[in-house]
Each structure stands twice: as C-alpha cells, then as structure tokens.
C-alpha cells in the first residue's frame, strides 16, 4: 500500500516500522514526508484521544479547568521552524514521563491510563527518531544541555490539572503540526505537476 494512505491500520503499521531503530539508534531508512505526515496525523488524533479519556479519568471535565489558551511556552507556536518540532518532542517526552510518575502514585499498575500515557510516549519517541531529515536538531554548544521539562507542582489536584492542560495543548500543538503538513505535502504536489507540466512542454518544443 501506498505510504500516504490514510487508512489506521496502514499508519499504525508504518509507525511500528519507524520507531523501531536501526543500528546506532537510527531509522534503518530515512522516512518520506508522506510517512510522517501519516505518523504525525495519527498523532494528532491519538492525542486528542488521550487528552478527553485523561479529563474524564481524573475528574476534571468541568468548567473547562484543562482548555486554556496559556499553553507552556514551549507548546507554542509557531511550530514548522528549525529545531521546533524536534525540541517540542523532546520537552513533550519527559513531560509524558512527570505525567506518568504520577498516575502511577494514584493507580494500580496495568490501569488504562498508563497504559494510554505509555502508548503516547512510544509514539512521541517514535517521530523524534525519524525527525533528523525533515527537521534538523539546531547544533548546541559543547557542554550545552537542553532546557529542563516542566517542573511537576507538589499537590495532587494541581499535578493532575498541570498534566491536563500539558495534554490540552500537546493536542493542540499536534493538530496544528497535521495541518501545516498537509499543506506542505499539498505545495510539493502543485510543484511536482507543475515541473512535470514545464518537462514536457520543453520536450516539445
């Protein structure tokens, strides 16, 4: 099938292959923009999943406590900018991993929330592995670590709304980056056809 297709299954099995490294921790192929663009929609989808089953689970669907227009600095826009994507993932990765700590403080082992944090978080790590192509890690100066994560507040019920809102604008940060793919996949398009057009008018000629 094609890497484009927009089928779940195709996407679900395309992103078991990317995630899985190569030697080094590297991809053993470098993924097209279509592979990602696929990967980062269901992405997106998957996120949104998380952020309502999270609200709902730990109580908080009311008043809209989580849906704020203040996302942390580093869930802002604009996102498509060397090194954005890359960093907002890495942030994003140990984000997942305070969230999880957490919830494993307040659920049995096994419990749907962590095992819906825990498949996020592959995912997450999935697209940072494939991300060096599309979008290259801006060079850090030697000794240089990048900016700690989210600092975790010490109260249960901020901890859990802190994580909500973190999902919130994880969520929202995805579908933004889905659809500024997509445009982008929409402009190589044009420019394909159109140099095919140019091609084959100086072939005539």
Known sequence: PSPSSSSPAVTKGLFILWAVPGQGGRPLQPPTLQQIQALVRHMAEDAQELFAFYEEDQHLAINNLCRNNRPPEWLRGPVMVPGGVRGT??????????????????NPPGAEILRRLASTHLKVRGLLSNLEGLFPAPSLPPGRRPPPGPTAPTKVFRQKLEGCRILWSYARFMAKLSAQLEARSRRARREKRRSRRGSRLSARS
């Open 89 to 106: 993932m890495v942030r994003m990765a140990q984000a997942l991993q305070d969230i999880t700590q957490h919830q494993r403080d307040l």
